[in-house]
């Protein structure tokens, strides 16, 4: 018999009996780029500050915390992953703030070989926009994760959008721009 662990779909996790019963939670960092992109790497730096202050709660609840850092490089990936607006942080498959805002991102707009714009998210959270994700977001989405009020399950990608936003999607093909082919 071929081992599983080979293939593209199948891994094999072989747990010792207390991390079995240990609860975990996945989060979920996609990005369009986080080497140059002041929102992204703000994002990144906020989800690692945020993560570090629940560290306490995680050990005193038992639960695991799985990050899995997705960089969208390509039109393939933004709609394999569903990529919407960029940054996103999903928990556990859902978007922490679905209802999202886009505005100008004057450092991803220096990525493009196009003259035009690139949007990226804004977050809102206590009255305020904000251009990077606010600790205190993700601090209060991890913390209803790890001990959810009620059964808050369900399908992770309801009420969510499920196409790439017209934005993203010209990121990738160029098309909202008058040069044919530019494909930033």
Not at 63 to 76: A, F, K, M, N, Y
Not at 118 to 126: E, F, G, M
Request: aromatic share 4%; proline share 5%.
């Amino acid at each position: 018999m071929n081992d599983p662990t080979e293939s593209h779909t199948v891994s094999i996790s072989r747990p010792a009996p207390a991390e079995y019963t240990r609860r975990s939670i996945t989060v979920d960092f996609l990005y369009l780029d986080n080497e140059s992109c002041d929102r992204c790497t703000g994002t990144e730096a906020s989800l690692e500050t945020a993560l570090e202050r629940v560290e306490p709660v995680l050990d005193t609840l038992d639960v695991g915390v799985t990050v899995r850092d997705v960089h969208v490089s390509t039109l393939e990936a933004a709609e394999a992953t569903q990529l919407a607006v960029s940054p996103t942080i999903r928990i556990d498959g859902r978007d922490i703030q679905p209802d999202y805002l886009e505005s100008t991102c004057e450092s991803c707009g220096d990525l493009c070989e196009c003259d035009g714009d690139v949007d990226c998210r804004l977050w809102n959270y206590r009255g305020g926009e904000h251009s990077t994700a606010p600790v205190g977001l993700l601090v209060e989405s991890l913390l209803e994760a790890i001990a959810p009020k009620g059964d808050q399950r369900g399908d992770p990608r309801e009420g969510q959008a499920s196409q790439l936003s017209t934005n993203v999607r010209e990121f990738f093909d160029g098309s909202g721009d008058d040069e044919p082919g530019c494909g930033c």
